[in-house]
């Protein structure tokens, strides 16, 4: 793995010059790795992680279950393409077991899904059935543990 | 009047001194927005499969004394470990026992085998606990130094000039706290036919082992001939994060393992169960984790160690442990004043090389066990700080 990706899978938020430092790279480097990661489409973009729980934003979050038609020569690809379209799709995958897709869904109320659910993606041709959980809690959220007490530290500053 | 309690210690306690961290931290203590480079732990949590084994312990109802030596699975999965890593095997019902961490196990091998007035050889800079633990043994330590140009190897043409008539017990600990230093294979094979040759007992301390960057790791306890005269020490707190576990063992020959059980069963009894419990989980499955730590010590390693000598601060390159171990001399300060002076100029605690023996002087101990974040305004900090102070 490229030491810039690693640096930033550690989550640190440094700024380039400050990874250019770590690194001991020049900062033009670590700029022309950044682009590269990103033209390759290895890295898709920044975003923060919100606490959902606290978060101000109104979001309803459902995971769907989607059983599909696989096409002759299509196969799954392009019916579950044309699903990510929609813009209430967060991410969508191909799984195994009792049903093909999973979808991850937003909307800002519950019906606004429903409506996505009912209206939008039950009539995609092709899809056979869906099945719609809305998310209650978050207890972990992209490798943030949240609702914990929290693992404070009562380590000495200066020890052994 | 009551008269002072003092008249009651004893006078090898009273003499000893306290140690130059607890000093130092009673200053950092009261600065708490300090960056701290001072820590001597990792500054992961303990991986949670390793917690976990400890909950689920607690929840089995699992809060007994164990056997004296300590749990036999435990002891078991130690010698398929130290097999597997260092290529020796011990035998786990007479030849391995857990300790409440490294420290009690150094402490009650030195009683175990020390008489009064015998003498122990060790280098410096080291651990705090060293010199005070042979003096608590009735015993005499004697220093061997160690230096920067020996990148805080060990010198074994040193160790043949300290010995002298009544040396019983050699303590080694590489990688080393505070230096970071580490002895090569030939070095210690040297060591090892003088250890033969004056008959001596060799105690090492492997607790750094796991976190050694540069080329593999050799215990004195591997070389031929070793293994008889060999107290091996090791534990869990760097690698694995569990210093609050408190949870170490020795391995050595049966009769010396014997003889400190006799200690540890009348002082300890035996090490909590509940780390031991986690220590099972730990060897078990707890390799990709500390792969995970090192992978993380060693980068911040080698930005640390560029950054002292860009700031002037000459520092070898530790091939071990998670300390840098630079060089003040540039500045014409003691130890002490660069340290108290850095924390109140510019709020970074470092601590002085002096708190790790005398030949510690002029340099002092960086942790580089904290975030990217800290550890590059740290660096920062510390630059316009030495801009200030060194010539």
């Known amino acids: 793995m490229s030491s810039v990706l690693q640096l930033l899978l550690d989550g640190e938020r440094l700024n380039t010059a400050q990874m250019a430092q770590v690194l001991n790279l020049p900062e033009e480097e670590v700029n022309a790795e950044l682009s590269r990661l990103e033209d390759e489409g290895i890295l898709l973009g920044w975003r923060p992680i919100f606490n959902p729980e606290k978060s101000q934003e109104n979001v309803v979050r459902a995971v769907i279950e989607v059983k599909i038609s696989p096409e002759r020569e299509g196969g799954f690809g392009r019916l579950a393409a044309r699903i990510s379209r929609f813009e209430a799709v967060e991410s969508c995958y191909l799984m195994s077991g009792a049903y093909d897709l999973l979808v991850f869904a937003t909307g800002s109320d519950l019906r606004e899904v429903a409506l996505f659910v009912s209206e939008r993606l039950a009539s995609v041709d092709g899809v056979l059935s869906t099945a719609t959980h809305f998310r209650l809690r978050t207890y972990k959220e992209q490798g943030h543990l949240l609702l914990t007490a929290g693992e404070s530290s009562d380590r000495p500053a200066v020890s052994a | ?391």
């Open chain 2, 1 to 391: 009047m009551e008269k002072d309690s003092t008249r009651f210690i004893a006078d090898h306690v009273i003499g000893l001194p306290r140690s130059g961290i607890r000093d130092f931290f009673a200053i950092v203590a009261a600065m708490p927005e300090a960056i701290s480079l001072g820590i001597g732990e990792p500054d992961f949590v303990t991986p949670w499969n390793i917690r976990e084994a400890s909950i689920f312990a607690l929840e089995k109802g699992r809060t007994s004394y164990t056997d004296n030596k300590g749990l036999i699975q435990l002891r078991r999965e130690i010698n398929v470990y130290v097999e597997n890593n260092f290529g020796i095997s011990y035998n786990p019902d007479s030849e391995i026992l857990i300790s409440v961490g490294v420290s009690e196990a150094l402490d009650i091998a030195l009683r175990a085998v020390l008489n009064p007035g015998d003498k122990v050889l060790y280098h410096e800079p080291c651990y705090v606990s060293y010199s005070p633990s042979i003096i608590l043994a009735h015993a005499q330590p004697i220093a061997v130094g160690t230096s920067a140009e020996d990148q805080f190897g060990i010198d074994p043409a040193a160790v043949e000039a300290a010995w002298e008539p009544g040396c019983k017990v050699l303590m080694l600990n590489f990688p080393t706290n505070p230096t970071g230093g580490v002895t090569e294979r030939d070095k210690l094979e040297r060591i090892a036919k003088f250890a033969v040759e004056k008959d001596l007992l060799v105690i090492s301390d492997e607790i750094y082992s796991e976190l050694t960057f540069e080329g593999e790791h050799t215990s004195i306890a591997m070389l031929p001939g070793m293994k008889e005269r060999t107290i091996f020490l090791h534990g869990f707190s760097k690698a694995f994060a569990m210093t609050g576990f408190r949870i170490g063992y020795a391995c050595g020959p049966a009769e010396l393992i014997e003889a400190m059980m006799k200690i540890h069963q009348y002082s300890m009894l035996c090490a909590p169960i509940l780390s031991q419990e986690a220590a099972i989980e730990a060897l078990k499955n707890g390799g990709p984790a500390v792969a995970k730590m090192k992978e993380q010590y060693h980068q911040r390693r080698d930005f640390i160690v560029r950054r002292f000598n860009e700031i002037g601060l000459t520092c070898h390159l530790p091939k071990g442990s998670f300390y840098a171990f630079p060089s003040i001399q540039s500045s014409g300060m003691s130890s002490m004043d660069f340290c108290t002076g850095l924390l109140e100029a510019e709020s970074v605690a470092v601590v002085p090389g002096t708190a790790f023996g005398p030949s510690g002087a002029g340099f002092v101990r960086a942790s580089f066990s904290t975030s990217y974040k800290r550890i590059l305004e740290a660096a920062d900090r510390i630059e316009r700080y030495a801009e200030k102070v060194c010539s």
